[in-house]
C-alpha cells in the first residue's frame, strides 16, 4: 500500500479559532485580531515553546530578507578581503564618529528619538547619547583595529607519521543581533567583523531614526573607504517588532544574539532554536552582593555606592546581609543607599520577610518620597515590604536607585537564596575571609564572580574588548564559551590535513603517534 502523497500549500488567510498544533501534542486558537489582520504574503511563527502566535507582515519579512540577503552575500565576499581591510573599517569608523560633522548630525537625530520616547513613556536611560559614549565607541572600534587577525589562526597541531592535522579558526557566517535601543551598540555589532563574519542587526524602534543616520554617514563610507561590501553590516530597517520575529526565524544566520528585557530576549531566542540557529541570549539582568560575617563595613559602604551609579544589567539588584552582622551592616546599607539616590534622584527600597527587623524605625517604612520613573515623577514609599519570591526581579530604574534587601541566617542560605532567585548573571561577596570566598565562587551559580562593586563585569571595561552582551548561567552553564561574547569570539574550527607521505593506508599498520598535541610553532 503507497502512503498518500505529502501536500504542502501556502498559507493565505486565518479563521478565528483556528487550531494549529504546536509542541507536538498541544493546539493553540487563533485569536480574531489576529485572524482580522493577517493578509496574503504574510508569516506565521508558531512558538512551539509557548504557542504564541507571531504575525510577521509581509512588508517586515520583505525587509528583513533583504537585509539578511545582503548579509549573505557579503560574508562571501569578505572571503577575499584581506585583514588588513578589516583593520582600516574599523578606523575609517572611528574617524567618522569622532567628526563633527557626522556627530552633530547622529546627536540631533538621537534627540528626537529621545523626545519621542518620553511622549510615550517609554525609558530614555540608555538612549540618551553622550561624549563619554562617543569616546568609547571611538576606542571601542579601534580596539578591534589593533587585535589580532582572527581569521585562520592556528590553535592546535596534532603531528603523526607523515602526515598532521590542525585546528584552525574559521568565520561563522552571518550573525543575526537583535538590541535595545542602545545607539552606541553599532560599535559592538561591528566586532563581528574581525573574524571576518557579517552582521544583519535589528535595533530597538527607540533608536531607530539614529541608527539610519549612523548607517548613512558612517558606516557604509567605511565599508567602501575599506573596500569591504556594502552588505557587511546590514541595518533591517524597520520599526516593527515583528522584524525580530522574522530575522531570528531565517535559517540564513549562523549565530543570533538578543539583547534587551528578558522575556523578549526569551522568546526571540525560542525561535531561533526551534529554526535550528545557535543563540546567546542576553536579557536576564540584576547583580548580586552578599556581606558574609568577616565584611569589612567601610569597604561594604564603598562597594555598595559604586555599584548603584546607573541602571544596566551589572547594577546592584539585590543586597544579601548575613544575620551576625545585619545590626552592624544594615545601617551601612542604607547609607550607601542614600548615597547614590543623592548621587542620582531619590532611592527605593524592597525589603524581604525578616530583613524589615533591622530597619530603622524612622525615615524608611511608611515615608513617601519623590521617584523618577519613564513617565516622569511620582510619589512612592521609600522601602516596601516584598515576597521573598520577588527577589527574582530586576528593578528597572530612571534616575532613582531601587534595590531589594535580605538578611539571612549564614553565607550557605545566601549562596541558596542566589542560586534559587537570581538570574545567575553577577554575584560579588564582601569578606575578609579567604576560604568564604572560595566557598562562595565554589557553590554560587554565576559566570561573573568577584570580591568588589558589581559595575566591572563589562567587555571593553574588563577585558578591554567591545561586547555583543553577556550570558548569564539562568538556562545552563555555557558550552565552551565565556559569558562575555565578543566579536573575536564569533568563530568556528576547521580541522585540516597536511600529508607528507603519499603512501599512507589505513589497512596498513599506523606507526605510534606523537605522544601529546604540539602548540602552534612548537
Request: with cysteine.
Amino acid at each position: 500500500m503507497s502512503e498518500n502523497p505529502r501536500r504542502i500549500a501556502t498559507l493565505g488567510t486565518l479563521s478565528e479559532g483556528m487550531a494549529i498544533p504546536f509542541g507536538g501534542d498541544r493546539l493553540t486558537f487563533v485569536p480574531r485580531a489576529l485572524a482580522e489582520a493577517f493578509q496574503t504574503g504574510d508569516r506565521l511563527i508558531v512558538v512551539q515553546d509557548t504557542g504564541d502566535l507571531l504575525h510577521v507582515p509581509g512588508g517586515v519579512f520583505d525587509e528583513v530578507s533583504r537585509a539578511t540577503a545582503a548579509a549573505a552575500e557579503a560574508f562571501g565576499a569578505l572571503a577575499n578581503v584581506p585583514d588588513s581591510a578589516i583593520s582600516e573599517f574599523f578606523e575609517a569608523l572611528a574617524r567618522r564618529i569622532e567628526s563633527d560633522s557626522v556627530w552633530s548630525q547622529f546627536a540631533a537625530a538621537n534627540a528626537a528619538d529621545v523626545e519621542s520616547a518620553r511622549a510615550r513613556g517609554r525609558s530614555t536611560t540608555r538612549l540618551a547619547v553622550t561624549d563619554a559614549m562617543r569616546r568609547d565607541m571611538a576606542a571601542g572600534l579601534r580596539s578591534w583595529r589593533d587585535s589580532p587577525a582572527g581569521r585562520n589562526r592556528v590553535l592546535e597541531t596534532i603531528s603523526h607519521a607523515g602526515w598532521s592535522v590542525e585546528q584552525v579558526t574559521a568565520p561563522l557566517g552571518v550573525v543575526g543581533f537583535v538590541f535595545e535601543g542602545r545607539p552606541n551598540v553599532f560599535a559592538d555589532a561591528a566586532g563581528v567583523l574581525r573574524t571576518g563574519n557579517a552582521v544583519v542587526f535589528r535595533i530597538g524602534s527607540d533608536a531607530l531614526g539614529c541608527a539610519r543616520v549612523l548607517m548613512r554617514e558612517a558606516v557604509a563610507p567605511a565599508l567602501a573607504e575599506a573596500g569591504l561590501p556594502a552588505g557587511a553590516m546590514s541595518l533591517v530597517d524597520s520599526a516593527e517588532r515583528s522584524a525580530g520575529w522574522a530575522l531570528f526565524a531565517d535559517r540564513r544566520l549562523a549565530l543570533a544574539v538578543a539583547r534587551g528585557s528578558g522575556p523578549a530576549v526569551a522568546q526571540l531566542g525560542a525561535i531561533a532554536r526551534q529554526t535550528g540557529t545557535p543563540v546567546s541570549l542576553h536579557g536576564a539582568g540584576g547583580a548580586w552582593m552578599v556581606a558574609d560575617e568577616s565584611a569589612n563595613a567601610d569597604r561594604f559602604r564603598e562597594l555598595v555606592f559604586h555599584s548603584l551609579d546607573r541602571k544596566v544589567c551589572n547594577t546592584l539588584n539585590v543586597c544579601v546581609i548575613v544575620e551576625s552582622r545585619a545590626a552592624e551592616l544594615v545601617p551601612v546599607f542604607l547609607e550607601a543607599l542614600e548615597g547614590a539616590g543623592r548621587r542620582r534622584r531619590g532611592c527605593r527600597l524592597h525589603v524581604a520577610p525578616g530583613a524589615e527587623a533591622f530597619l530603622p524605625a524612622l525615615g524608611w517604612v511608611g515615608e513617601m518620597v519623590d521617584v523618577v520613573r519613564a513617565e516622569g515623577t511620582v510619589r512612592e514609599p521609600r522601602a516596601d515590604l516584598i515576597p521573598e519570591a520577588d527577589l527574582a526581579r530586576e528593578w528597572e530604574w530612571e534616575e532613582s536607585p531601587e534595590v531589594s534587601l535580605a538578611v539571612v541566617r549564614d553565607l550557605g542560605s545566601a549562596i541558596d537564596l542566589f542560586n534559587r532567585y537570581a538570574p545567575r548573571l553577577v554575584a560579588t561577596l564582601v569578606a575578609e575571609d579567604p576560604s568564604a570566598l572560595a566557598r562562595f565562587e565554589s557553590e554560587v551559580e554565576s559566570p561573573f564572580t568577584g570580591d568588589g562593586f558589581t559595575r566591572w563585569v563589562d567587555g571593553q571595561f574588563a577585558l578591554n574588548r567591545p561586547e555583543l552582551g553577556l550570558s548569564n548561567w539562568e538556562g545552563g552553564r555555557l558550552f565552551a564559551r565565556g559569558g562575555v561574547l565578543a566579536g573575536d569570539g564569533v568563530f568556528t574550527i576547521r580541522t585540516r590535513m597536511r600529508q607528507i607521505d603519499p603512501g599512507l593506508d589505513r589497512s596498513a599498520p599506523s606507526p605510534p603517534a606523537d605522544p601529546a598535541p604540539r602548540p602552534p610553532g612548537a
